[in-house]
């Protein structure tokens, strides 16, 4: 069975950080790129960062600079750090393992940032 399994999100006031981890099993999991998902109510999912299995990241132009991927193979693990975070930021993240036409998708974790 497959399972992407979120945790670390919460509500934060604009310019705090958070870290939010998602542990894989069922996968063999240095085989994958790691992403991470987002998505705000009545908007679209949009792509907030990506890692490749060579360790390659990039980021949303929204984001860069805020936030960073990490991946810890060993762990079968995949971080996103976000920093000054912004109201803007509000949404729920999901994690996805993708490689060629496979996709799998954590259950989501609210981030909420608020005054």
């Known amino acids: 069975q497959v399972q992407l399994v979120e945790s670390g999100g919460a509500s934060v006031q604009p310019g705090g950080s958070l870290r939010l981890s998602c542990v894989a099993s069922g996968i063999v999991f240095s085989n994958y790129a790691m992403n991470w998902y987002r998505q705000a109510p009545g908007k679209q999912r949009e792509l907030v960062a990506g890692?490749?299995?060579?360790?390659?990241?990039n980021f949303a132009d929204s984001v860069k600079g805020r936030f960073t991927i990490s991946r810890d193979n060993a762990a079968n693990a995949v971080y996103l750090q976000m920093s000054v975070l912004q109201r803007e930021d509000t949404a729920a993240y999901y994690c996805?393992?993708?490689?060629?036409?496979?996709?799998?998708w954590g259950q989501g974790t609210q981030v909420t940032v608020s005054s």
């Open positions: 890692i490749t299995q060579r360790g390659n990241t």
């Open positions: 996805n393992a993708h490689l060629a036409n496979w996709n799998f």
